[in-house]
């Protein structure tokens, strides 16, 4: 069975998911500061409606730069990491641009080392760290598995439809299953830029879903799915899964 969750990037959004009923929502976490001015309300609203988070941390300050990574962005995700631990959260989703296509091959090296020191750190706080595919193809992940064997992925099925010709999630299904841990569910009608991550109900773009989801099912995925769309869309988005996973 699949757990299925909503998208939260505010305090407003998250009483909302919660009052939908839904048993997670996976909750923005960027700036440690504001994180920790928000303990309570988050506490209150987890005892209020008994609902889990799941954690969404920030974007690198400059994906190309190592020494900006590691001066700025690991000392803020250690801290990020600190306070999921002390709200109870278990797995959380990151972006790290890790595209070979692009990258250079020593800035992709340094990249790997900070990310492992980053999987040790949310070991500690008893975090599941998850990279999430933007615009890489399953080969840009697969190296940073092999080398970082705690290391786990969020599929995201909508940006799998961006800047390539058949949505990237198949080669992901394929070869890096046993590595995904979360799946992110939204549509659009496929593109080359950020604008094109529209993040639409499921059925209101091309992403072909169905598939997607059915080849997961056929490969026994048992893990969480957040909805990343608008509070409002998601009971459209959630009958559409529930159809997929064949729940009546």
Known sequence: MWTIGGRAHTLDELRT????????????????????????????IRREWGIEYLAHYPN?????????LRSL????????????????????????W????????????????????????????????CIENLSERHDSFLPLFEAIPDLRMTLDIGHGELLS?????????????DRIAHIHVHDN??????????????????VDYRRILGLLKEKSYRSTITMEVKPG????TLARILEEQGTP
């Not at 690198?60 to 900006?68: A, L």
């Not at 869309?233 to 459209?236: C, E, G, N, S, V």
């Open 165 to 177: 010709r058949e949505n990237t999630s198949y080669g992901f299904i394929e070869h890096c299953f």
């Open 17 to 44: 998911v919660a009052a939908l009923g839904y048993p997670f929502a996976e909750i923005s976490l960027s700036d440690p500061g504001k994180v920790e001015s928000l303990l309570g309300d988050f506490r209150r």
């Open 189 to 206: 009608r496929g593109g080359t830029s950020v604008r094109d991550d529209l993040h639409l109900p499921l059925g209101q773009g091309i």
């Open 73 to 96: 962005f690991l000392p803020r995700m250690e801290k990020l990491l600190a306070l999921s631990g002390r709200l109870g959260i278990r797995k959380g989703t990151f972006h790290f």
């Open 60 to 68: 690198e300050d400059d994906p190309n730069d190592p020494s900006i």
């Open 233 to 236: 869309d998601m009971p459209a």
């Open 98 to 129: 890790m595209d070979r296509r692009w990258i250079a091959p020593g800035t992709a090296e340094k990249k790997s080392r900070l990310l492992s020191k980053m999987v040790a750190l949310a070991e500690e706080h008893g975090v599941t760290l």
